[in-house]
């Protein structure tokens, strides 16, 4: 390609290229970032997170009481109620084993949601990085325009890193 023939200097033409390049993998890859921080995307993406676990999480049944009063009281009614009150409030034999089995499932639980709440934040920062990476080029436009233009991945930033939070390099990170 002859440069002499081009209306525009070599040396500008390869300025121009050096700016286009140093916007793509510079400037763009800092403006995004700061655009990230500035949406208040890490944060909210920790909250949503959190509320999703939350909501997900499995209750724990609920072991009904199962003593003298509760069994014979209604069965028997007045009489039941009368033996319980001579011989004690007894639990069946069962329930504690029952109630141990509940406590060691709620602490089962309580353990899987604390270390996945644990991993919120590298779910989020993978959910950055990869917008980051897979938008190169539109925070690069965004930051060689001077900001004047907005490609649509830029206006759209929230649902671009909700994307890449769901998508498998990042779900499974969680």
């Known amino acids: 390609m002859d440069f002499n023939s081009l209306p525009l200097s070599g040396g500008l033409v390869l300025g121009l290229i050096a700016y286009g390049l140093i916007s793509v993998f510079g400037t763009g890859q800092l403006v995004g970032e700061r655009l990230i921080e500035k949406s208040d995307w890490p944060q909210q993406c920790e909250a949503t997170l959190v509320s999703e676990l939350k909501s997900s999480r499995p209750t724990t049944p609920i072991v009904p009481k199962l003593d003298c009063n509760s069994i014979f009281g209604t069965w028997f009614g007045r009489e039941g ?4 009150r001579n011989h004690g409030n007894f639990n069946l034999p069962f329930v504690d084993q029952l109630q141990a089995q509940q406590e060691r499932l709620a602490e089962a639980n309580q353990q899987r949601f604390a270390n996945a709440a644990s991993k919120t934040k590298t779910r989020c920062a993978c959910a950055t990085s990869l917008t980051l990476e897979k938008r190169r ?6 930051a060689g325009g001077l900001r004047l233009l907005t490609p649509a991945p830029i206006q759209n930033l929230t649902s671009e890193l909700t994307t890449a939070l769901h998508a498998p390099a990042c779900a499974m990170k969680g």
């Open 81 to 84: 109620k009368q033996l319980c």
């Open 137 to 142: 080029i539109a925070f690069g436009l965004h």
